[in-house]
Nanobody, 117 residues
Framework: QVQLVESGGGLVQPGGSLRLSCAAS????????MGWYRQAPGKERELVAR???????FYGDSVKGRFTISRDNAKDTAYLQMNNVRPEDTAVYYC???????????WGQGTLVTVSS
């Protein structure tokens, strides 16, 4: 079964940290670029960060210097380390895979991150 399962969301105080995980199954993880997206209430889904199959990374302007994306091909898992979080980081965070050969994609179901004191 092809799926991405996110975990690690929850309530965190401003300035705190959180690590999201995205566990993949049913895909050849090493040939998939991975990305984290988020969607806040009333807003469009936006790219947070992505990582290529060889580890190159890209970040949205709003998270540069605070968030870090990584991947562990041995565990078929991608991560998003979120540091110094802000209330505006509150959103549902989604994981996405994109096969670099077939261009097929898979989305996870999302995990909610709430930043509030």
């Amino acid at each position: 079964q092809v799926q991405l399962v996110e975990s690690g969301g929850g309530l965190v105080q401003p300035g705190g940290s959180l690590r999201l995980s995205c566990a993949a199954s049913g895909i050849i993880f090493s040939v998939n670029a991975m990305g984290w997206y988020r969607q806040a209430p009333g807003k469009e889904r936006e790219l947070v960060a992505r990582i290529t199959t060889v580890g190159s990374t890209f970040y949205g302007d709003s998270v540069k210097g605070r968030f870090t994306i990584s991947r562990d091909n041995a565990k078929d898992t991608a991560y998003l380390q979120m540091n110094n979080v802000r209330p505006e980081d509150t959103a549902v965070y989604y994981c996405r895979s994109n096969n670099i050969y077939s261009d097929s994609e898979v989305w996870g179901q999302g995990t909610l991150v709430t930043v509030s004191s």
